[in-house]
């Protein structure tokens, strides 16, 4: 580890030199992320249940020192806030956005309509027969409306609908899908707003830059505004790997999605050191397999040479996203430290990965100065 150790070493010494500087710019004197990203775009983080109910408390001070956006890892999902029809649990929810107003971040509220951690319930009648559209879009109407309606002026934006898309372009044949149809998503988007007409309303997916992927999300975003509905922004969960996709792939669903004229945010970043378990994998959560150790390379520490490329490749993704920042309007972690990351056991249980900006024992990687010092010498985007 002596490489990394000598690169962490020398960055902390230039991290003290800046802050302690009293001459220096502003820009030059960045102590954390958010102050060097602050003209650029957001720089977020999502927080597990541990964070929300103030058990871990590490990871906390990095969320308040570091990032200026919050959002939900999965509190506000659907089988959370309602496991029951007409009985919410706003607890961990009410707890998240306190947070984020107590500490002046961008709050985003995670997700209101996913096919994924949706009660079961929702779908179904007593006997457990599937429901009519005319039911479906009154849960789905009841549901959006009490908990957007709940948090109405306090949430700056929301995914209104999750992974609607496949790789290939096709309509996921979610139940969502099966009983409403195309119909689900520019209803979802219609209550949402009805809901809290200030409120952004966002699509998000992964796998974003895959051409069939990107082009069949355009098209919808087309659509709904076609048909008059407000959507803002198109969520790249960018769950990558250090082999794909590249910086160019990226680039260019980054300026479709801006060219279809929404805002484009990388709502879920995180990058995976570990193997694919097969070639055409994505990030369904559904996607479970037996546990093998080929796929399981670096069970207690990060070699030099894989923790040198993941720091390459995690320097240009966000050179890119200085470049693109008349585009990018948030680039959110999705997690705190490499601890959290639900990289870990996905898609099977026993895998350690390192995908983040902050190690387990709670310290920044290398590639915090340097995401610093790239929007130090790099030219601010005029207007952000």
Not at 9 to 29: M, R, V
Not at 40 to 52: D, E, P, V
Not at 155 to 160: A, E, L, N, S, T
Request: proline content about 4%; hydrophobic content about 40%.
């Amino acid at each position: 580890m002596k490489i990394l150790t000598t690169i962490f070493c020398f960055h902390l010494i230039l991290s003290l030199a800046c802050c302690g500087n009293p001459k220096a710019s502003d820009k030059e004197a960045s102590c954390s992320l958010k102050e060097a990203l602050g003209d650029r775009f957001h720089i977020g983080a999502a927080l597990n249940i541990n964070q929300i109910r103030g058990y871990d408390t590490a990871s906390l001070k990095i969320v308040q020192d570091q990032f200026s956006s919050i959002v939900a890892e999965n509190c506000m999902k659907s089988m959370y806030l309602q496991p029951e029809e007409g009985r919410f649990f706003f607890d961990d929810a009410d707890k998240f956005v306190a947070f984020g107003e107590q500490n002046d971040m961008l709050i985003i509220g995670h997700t209101l309509i996913w096919h994924s951690q949706a009660p079961s319930w929702f779908f179904t009648d007593d006997r457990g027969n599937d429901i009519s559209p005319e039911i479906l879009k009154e849960r789905m109407k009841n549901h959006i409306y009490t908990v957007v309606g709940r948090y109405k002026g306090r949430i700056h934006g929301w995914d209104v609908v999750n992974e609607a898309i496949l790789d290939n372009g096709e309509w996921r044949k979610s139940k969502f899908y099966e009983i409403l149809g195309e119909e689900f998503i520019p209803l979802a988007f219609q209550y949402a707003h009805e809901a809290d007409p200030d409120a952004e309303l966002y699509y998000n997916d992964y796998n974003e830059w895959i051409g069939e992927k990107r082009d069949a999300i355009v098209d919808l975003v087309k659509t709904l505004k076609e048909k008059g509905l407000r959507v803002d922004g198109v969520g790249m969960q960018g769950h990558i790997g250090v082999n794909n996709p590249s910086t160019d792939e990226y680039r260019s669903a980054i300026d479709a999605y801006a060219a279809a004229g929404v805002k484009v945010m990388i709502t879920e970043f995180d990058m995976s050191v570990l193997p694919s378990p097969r070639r055409d994998f994505g990030a369904n959560i559904a996607d479970t397999e037996q546990f093998r150790a080929e796929m399981n390379p670096y069970p207690d520490v990060l070699p030099d040479s894989v923790a040198m490329r993941w720091h390459e490749k995690m320097v240009a993704y966000f050179t890119l996203f200085l470049d693109q920042s008349d585009k990018i309007s948030r680039v959110t972690m999705w997690g705190v430290t490499d601890r959290d990351s639900w990289k870990n056991d996905f898609p099977m249980r026993g895998r350690t990965d390192y995908p983040l900006l902050f190690d387990r024992k709670y310290q920044p990687k290398p590639i915090v100065r340097d995401i610093m010092d790239a929007a130090a010498t790099r030219e601010s985007t005029p207007g952000k």
